[in-house]
């Protein structure tokens, strides 16, 4: 370790790579060896002590408390390879992204990207107290699929609920979205491969609603489609977007903070889909709130701000 010392405040990215072999040097996520922390490699991510890789470690946003840092990388870096990265969709300023699950872990963070970037989110969420939150995000347009689907579960894996979904974005905005910020897998993908206009793009992470993906290939190519699979972020994608939150400009998702013995009620309420953005576990740190090394770059975003997702 050349970069850093004992007792440095740091969180930590995600891909952990081989540095010795030659794709990583041309893409972090592209070396065969390339692994998730804490999923794939470490048993996990949630412990007292945990052993990185020095090439995993990034300052820790001195506004934030150790818990509003932590839940970040994952989820952030993964929605900014996505959306704004050149291996991702490229988006633009004035793009109509879709984003499914807009108040989720990725979706939370998506939504301020866009909004960030100049484009205009469509933020898909199943309540109306997801649909306040993202108002209060300065998202204009929300659309509530349980309102689209009326209780019929199956209606957005077919072509009438993918038509039903499609006039209410053109209701709202008068487009068709640029990109599809995809992640929920078999119930919507027939549906992003649709929506998305002539042209456009599906960016996919993600498969949480199953794996076997089926849409109407007509759509993709006769109108000239691409779909993007992307996984996390490299380690210069994940920094991009650990500075956004050191400026401020990119809020912590953080909705409600677990003790390491509650983890299983954390882990509970994401399965069940009862959270919001993302829960943070503490390990080391007693309790919530500390951490803080700038408090005066933390009064300036303002506490409130920060706290969007905990309200
Ligand atoms: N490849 C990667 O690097 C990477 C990184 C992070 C996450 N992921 C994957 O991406 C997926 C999402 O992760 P996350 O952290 O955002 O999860 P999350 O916090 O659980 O959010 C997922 C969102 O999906 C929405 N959803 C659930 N069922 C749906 C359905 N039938 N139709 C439409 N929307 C539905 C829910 O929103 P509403 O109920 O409000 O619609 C929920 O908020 C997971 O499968 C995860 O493993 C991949």
């Avoid at 922390?37 to 470690?57: D, K």
């Avoid at 820790?60 to 870096?77: D, H, Q, S």
């Avoid at 897998?185 to 993600?206: I, N, Q, Y």
Wanted: glycine share 12%.
């Amino acid at each position: 370790m050349r970069k850093w010392k004992t007792g440095d405040h740091v969180v930590v990215a995600t891909a952990y790579v081989d540095d010795q072999d030659h794709d990583t040097h041309r893409d972090g996520m592209l070396g065969a060896g390339q692994k998730a922390w804490g999923f794939e490699t470490n048993f996990g991510g949630l412990a007292h002590y945990a052993i990185v890789r020095a090439s995993q470690l990034m300052p820790k946003p001195r506004l934030l408390t150790w818990e509003e840092a932590a839940v970040n990388p994952l989820c952030a870096g993964t929605a900014y390879r996505m959306l704004v990265s050149d291996r991702g969709a490229q988006m633009k300023q004035g793009d109509v992204v879709l984003i499914w699950g807009a108040t989720g872990g990725l979706g939370s963070y998506a939504v301020q990207l866009v909004r960030n970037g100049g484009g205009v989110p469509v933020a898909v969420v199943s309540s109306r107290q997801k649909a306040d939150l993202l108002r209060s995000l300065g998202c204009e347009v929300v659309i509530n699929r349980s309102e689209i689907d009326g209780g019929d579960t199956t209606l957005l894996q077919r072509p009438e609920g993918w038509k039903k979904l499609g006039a209410a974005v053109r209701d709202a905005v008068g487009e068709d979205p640029h990109i599809v910020f995809e992640h929920v897998g078999e119930k919507t993908f027939g549906a992003s491969v649709f929506l998305a206009r002539r042209g456009g793009t599906v960016v996919t992470c993600g498969s949480s609603t199953g794996y076997q993906h089926t849409y109407d290939n007509r759509y993709l190519w006769m109108r000239l489609k691409r779909i993007i699979g992307s996984h996390g972020a490299n380690l210069h994608e994940q920094w991009e977007v650990n500075r956004l939150f050191s400026m401020g400009r990119l809020l912590p998702a953080l909705s409600k903070t677990y003790t390491l013995d509650d983890v299983s009620t954390a882990a509970r309420s994401v399965q069940t889909n009862q959270h919001i953005g993302k829960v943070g576990v503490l390990c080391l740190a007693p309790s919530p709130g500390l951490g803080v090394t700038d408090p005066q770059a933390r009064a300036r975003v303002g506490e409130d701000r920060l706290r969007t997702f905990q309200s």
